[in-house]
């Protein structure tokens, strides 16, 4: 392809002067032949590792939830040498921890059909078809596996009282394929992983660094060798070397400021990784949840997520006059409440998918019939304006036809935990919900090995960008987290490492550690001496909202473009006017958190140029020029059936687009409906 | 709301710390006790002076990173209605004008890194000793091999919900971890796939409890009552119980 087509090419994408076109992406690991046979086929084809060998090479994973603890434990009980790194006080504290309603697996032990090919199909589907189709299928077939090793680890899963396992049903599925541990199956997963990660610990085959951030990569040779580090206790600038880099470091939903993620939660290994070169696909995948409690002033640090269940029996409405907002609900008659939902999509109700029901929220809101606390918000010309963020999910109607008790039996704890936070009683008042940003789809492009382009650097969980889609199903998050780290990144890296032990040996005196190293202060230096005037999470807030605003539920062009501009602006004014306090010598809270912003302005910008280029509605990302006559989400697999891979170029510089075409082979394409 | 803060502020673990008074101004009752200090410290790094170091991640009460001793209980739950992390215990549990102590939690196996963050990697060795089920990755038999009681994983379950934040560690007067160590005895102790390492996990696990320098269990009972989770104090006694049996088996002799 010439240059010349490129520019020409590019010129036809939206948003063509924020990007140049490259050259196609491809994953050239997955081997050829029926999908079913794919997975057997490249563990065979994979050269393997002997034990003596395996004490030789050192692999370096960063990140201990389900994807980084259970791969540490897993390469660990292999024989590498494995130096597993967290930015928290403990492995046990990553974020998968909060996950809380279940793991899909394809196990069929309700006899009702299911199969390694449905669970395959209910994820391609429910991620909008932007998934790549041999990843989705090995998760599936591996889904079995999972549980049969939790439950071998002590994971107490929900039972029945004859002993087996108990199985319920999420979201957009037909089958009983979820496994549980009450509401804490997140929490549950995560220690078996951490049990067997400090198994290893003590077994000597692991070395664990917490309180340990990584702020660099090293790419000696055209190979990832090592990482920059820093000790969150002393400050201490380390490097640390291996044969390869595993990243498994969630996602990065916190450049929304206010998402369901841990407030710790950021971009910077991902994103200090994409600036040596790694791709970074689909960022601007993000999945809005639609039931989560309500921001409640401009100070609020967090958002909690309630379970989605509840919409099987609450009634969510607003005002039809936006004169009533203030009022207490229960005084608003009947016939001057607005349940929208309902009205709007007679056949599915309160039970539309989370995208639909998150947009028509905010559509309620934005027209100003909102209810609950009125928040600072700010127009586009920068003016000061109040709006209430929130709708009424309403279980009077429950609790007539079922009883106090019967609701209590269904949702108790739900209901307990809003009370906790809110202070309100849920039985006697509508509760308020409102959308929040919950999980990103996209993340680091990696092959079928879950190798990035860098040659020795993996991305496993969250952190990569295959699995999902354009939107992601419940229960399936902890399945690929685990699934990645258990069954898949063992099997794939040993193909990488067989050649490991003819690789030069790289130490803290090679050019490319070096470099890295004396970034990292330069960086460090250079936050600590601008001692402006604002806070750091004052430029994190603004970010929030700039991206909330315009890359959140719905984007139009002129919006990103607006967008983009005033990321500029704040990003420039951040490395002018940031006030960060202390040294770097110490224990520095605002120090973290300043360098994690400060990578978090450049990923939201990319976020907006990757959701300009893509004029397409498609799960969590709905484009307003891409609606069917009825305001449906409107797909365009004739110019997007591909994955969106960047490349970084410099600071300032346009990123190149690299397409990877996504094929599916055993499964056709179809359009979402909902009506 | 206008509150008087009381809060420890200590540079590093070697030197020596004090109270020191802040007041905040324009706190909401429905502001979390983190996102009330989250007011204060903004309030002070405007000031040019450094923010309260503590520990925090996920905010949803589940992580196990965040606590601090408020008005001498352990995540403030004399303050609080319901058991409960700091990060969910609200601002609206104090009365506007309340003068609030605050300090990290206390004891000498929890040395202070800074402020009110302390050093719980303890914890972690307790477990490395041998909270765990020896299995390797990809050797593990169907799910439904063995069958496991509702009963009997009801109560493993409510032992494996400890998110290790090391309440009990503070509000014990013995600084003892008993609590921390038998719920994971218990949730192990419960299922077949425990029992192998029963009664080696029990003796080891003890002696790095031991080792680490918490203090014994002298059933006193305030670890349970703060127990953001509401781990059964009886686990110690499941603890107690399993110890006994250990002595009479030549496991880890």
């Known amino acids: 392809m010439t240059t010349t087509t490129k520019a020409a090419d590019a010129k036809k994408l939206p948003g063509a002067d924020y990007f140049t076109l490259g050259e196609p992406v491809a994953d050239t690991k997955a081997p050829g032949g029926p999908i079913e046979q794919k997975w057997a086929k490249r563990k065979f084809e994979a050269k393997l590792v002997n034990p003596a060998n395996r004490r030789k090479l050192t692999v370096i994973i960063v990140g201990t939830g389900l994807a980084g603890g259970a791969a540490a434990a897993s390469l660990g009980e292999a024989g590498y040498n494995v130096l597993n790194f967290c930015y928290q006080d403990s492995p046990r504290r990553a974020h998968s921890i909060a996950a809380q309603g279940g793991i899909n697996a394809a196990k069929n032990y309700r006899n009702d059909n299911d199969s390694t090919f449905r669970l395959f199909y209910d994820t391609v589907k429910g991620g909008d078809y932007r998934a790549r189709e041999t990843n989705v299928y090995r998760l599936a077939e591996v889904s079995a596996n999972i549980i049969d090793q939790c439950v071998a680890q002590g994971v107490p899963f929900a039972r029945e009282y004859g002993g087996l396992l108990d199985n319920r049903s999420f979201g957009g599925v037909q089958v009983q394929r979820t496994f549980y541990a009450r509401g804490q199956t997140g929490q549950q997963l995560l220690i078996g992983a951490y049990q067997a990660l400090e198994r290893q610990v003590a077994a000597g085959t692991v070395k664990m660094y917490a309180r340990h951030e990584m702020l660099e990569l090293i790419v000696a040779d055209g190979k990832a060798r090592g990482i920059v580090t820093r000790d969150m206790v002393t400050g201490e600038i380390e490097t640390y070397f291996a044969d390869a880099v595993v990243l498994a470091t969630g996602g990065y939903g916190n450049v929304f400021f206010l998402s369901t993620n841990a407030m710790g939660c950021n971009v910077t290994a991902n994103w200090r990784a994409h600036r040596k070169g790694a791709y970074f696909a689909n960022p601007c995948y993000t999945q809005i949840h639609p039931t989560c409690i309500p921001v409640h002033g401009e100070t609020q640090s967090k958002l909690t997520l309630m379970s989605e269940s509840l919409r099987n029996d609450g009634r969510i409405w607003v005002p039809k006059k936006a004169e009533d907002c203030g009022k207490d609900p229960r005084e608003i008659a009947e016939e001057d409440r607005d349940y929208y939902l309902e009205r709007i999509y007679p056949s599915f109700g309160n039970l539309v998918p989370r995208d639909i029901a998150s947009r028509q929220a905010k559509n309620r809101c934005d027209e100003g019939r909102g209810v609950g606390p ?28 079922l009883g106090k008790d019967g609701v209590a039996a269904r949702y108790g704890n739900l209901f307990d935990m809003y009370a906790q936070i809110t202070g309100e009683n849920p039985y006697e008042t509508p509760m308020r919900i409102y959308p929040a940003v919950h999980y990103t789809m996209g993340g680091l492009w990696v092959d079928y090995d879950l190798s990035s382009n860098i040659p020795g650097l993996y991305v496993t969980g969250e952190a990569n960008f295959s699995d999902h889609g354009a939107n992601r199903l419940g229960a399936s998050a902890l399945m690929q987290g685990l699934a990645d780290g258990y069954f898949v990144l063992p099997n794939t ?15 803290a005196s090679h050019p490319a550690a070096v470099e890295a190293l004396e970034s990292v202060k330069g960086r460090i230096d250079k936050l600590l001496s601008i001692n402006g005037s604002r806070t750091v999470d004052s430029f ?9 605003e315009y890359c959140g539920m719905e984007r139009t062009e002129e919006g990103l473009k607006l967008a983009i501009a005033k990321i500029d602006e704040l990003q420039a004014e951040f490395w002018k006017d940031v006030k960060v306090t202390g040294v770097n010598e110490d224990f520095n809270q605002t120090l973290e958190r300043a360098g994690r912003v400060a990578d ?23 484009r307003a020029e891409s609606q069917t006559e009825d305001g449906e989400a409107l797909r365009h697999d004739d110019e997007f059936l591909y994955a969106a891979a960047w490349e970084f170029t410099g600071t300032g510089e346009k990123p190149v687009l690299h397409k990877e075409d996504l094929v599916y082979e055993a499964i056709e394409l179809k359009q979402r409906s909902y009506k | 709301m206008n509150i008087t803060l009381r809060v420890w502020r200590q540079a590093n673990a070697a030197s020596e710390g004090r109270m020191v008074t802040y007041q905040v101004q324009d706190v909401s009752e429905d502001m979390s006790f983190l996102e009330m200090l989250d007011l204060l410290n903004e309030d002070l790094t405007v000031k040019g002076e450094e923010p309260i170091a503590f520990d925090h991640d996920c905010r949803e009460g589940i992580c196990g990173m965040c606590g601090v001793v408020i008005n001498g209980t352990a995540h403030g739950r004399g303050n609080s209605p319901v058991a409960t992390t700091t990060c969910q215990l609200h601002m609206r549990s104090f009365s506007d004008g309340a003068t609030i102590d605050v300090e990290p939690w206390r004891a000498g196996s929890f040395p202070v890194i800074k402020d009110l963050v302390v050093d719980r990697t303890a914890f972690d060795r307790i477990i490395q000793a041998g909270g765990y089920v020896s299995v390797n990755t990809g050797s593990a038999p169907d799910a439904h091999a063995n069958a496991v009681g509702k009963l009997k994983a009801d109560r493993a379950f409510d032992a494996a919900t400890c998110i290790g934040c090391g309440a009990c560690v503070a509000a014990c007067p013995n600084h003892s971890g008993m609590l921390f160590t038998a719920a994971k005895i218990t949730h192990l102790a419960m299922l077949p796939q425990g029992q192998p390492e029963r009664h080696l996990r029990i003796k080891k696990m003890l002696a790095t409890h031991d080792a680490e320098g918490f203090g014994g269990c002298t059933n006193i009972g305030e670890c349970a009552a703060v127990c953001p989770k509401e781990i059964p104090f009886d ?10 049996a250990s002595l009479f088996k030549r496991d880890g002799k």
């Open chain 1, 493 to 507: 890296i040993n193909d990488y490492l067989a050649d490991a032990l003819k690789f030069p040996a790289v130490d």
């Open chain 1, 374 to 401: 009125a928040v600072k918000e700010y127009d586009d010309n920068g003016n000061e304006k109040m709006v209430r963020r929130g709708v009424y999910l309403d279980f009077s109607d429950a609790i007539s036809r």
């Open chain 1, 600 to 622: 978090f302005f450049e990923l939201g910008r990319l976020m907006c140029v990757d959701a300009l280029h893509r004029r397409e509605s498609c799960g969590g990302h709905f």
């Open chain 1, 540 to 548: 994190h807030k603004e970010l929030g909202h700039i991206m909330w």
């Open chain 2, 235 to 244: 686990t110690i006694s499941q603890l107690n119980r399993d110890l006994i």
